[in-house]
């Protein structure tokens, strides 16, 4: 496929031709780093999993480089760990029955970069060619300034697109930053509580992490539970594992919309929830 990131390369689990594997994706997962989408785009990724007629693909958008390292990784350079860190994506590809798995291979400083739009033709090339139903990336008020400048381009590559060819929802899901926040109405909130082996499997292979010290596999699985439990409006069955959702799909059927002031407006109404709270007990 043609890139114009030199180093992309695209992961087919069950090895159909690249365009063919991306053609049958239903959902898709665009995040910053290697272990994000396990993190973030699990609704997806379940929905997905032994069926014929749905297909997850994963797209990495950064190269890992900058990764924190500790223990057996603790000597390794930033090439080597760039290489472990597509081989621990490959297996989550792999474990979870990707379509296929992206990798753009960009620099963060490259995503952060506004003026570079090498990465928004990829990522719109990506999204046109897998004309997915369903795009989940990160939310705009997470606090990782690499996963918010994903989250940009992504809205930016679908923008650009003919209406055809953009997809019917855009999901800003959560990594460095939770959603609870939000108010109960703005909450997408998606029922994780089956599989969860299969959770925590596709969670354990990202080692260079979690060996580092950082226990994402067990914060993410608790993060489900919590906001299982502490989210007791929810109007449906009882679940066990949750994971919250900024509807962004108004950024992209509108796209004179502004994203500053879309954001702003969720915070208005946690802002104002907070103050209606307590100014009635005051
Ligand atoms: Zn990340």
Known sequence: MDFRSATAQVFVPDGLPPEAALTRTTHLGIS????????????????????????????????GAGSPR?????????????????????????????????????????????????????????????????????????????HVAVAARVIEA???????????????????????????????AFDLSAQENLQFALLGVFDSQISGGKRYDLATMGRRRAHA???????TDVTSGMSFAMDLTPLIQDPSKDVLAYVQEFIDRFAQDVHQRLSDVL
């Not at 490959?90 to 620099?107: D, H, I, N, P, R």
């Not at 439990?229 to 109007?235: P, Q």
């Open 32 to 63: 910053a780093h290697q272990d994000d989408l396990e993190i973030m785009a699990m609704d997806g990724i379940l929905k997905c999993f032994q069926r014929e007629d749905r297909w997850f693909t994963g797209v990495v958008v950064t190269n």
């Open 70 to 146: 500790a223990n057996r990784y603790a000597q390794f350079t930033d090439e080597q760990m760039q290489v472990v860190r597509i081989k621990e994506q490959k297996k989550a590809a792999t474990v979870g029955e990707y379509a296929a798995q992206v990798f753009l291979g960009y620099s963060s400083a490259a995503v952060k970069d506004k003026a570079n739009h090498d990465p928004v033709e990829d990522l719109a090339r990506v999204i046109q060619m897998a004309g997915p139903d369903v795009i989940y990336t990160h939310n705009l008020a997470d606090k990782h300034p690499t």
């Open 158 to 188: 679908i923008r650009g697109l003919p209406e055809a060819d953009r997809p019917h929802q855009l999901y800003g899901c959560e990594v460095w930053r939770d959603l609870d926040w939000m108010i109960d109405q703005d909450k997408v």
């Open 229 to 235: 439990t502490y989210h007791a409006s929810h109007d």
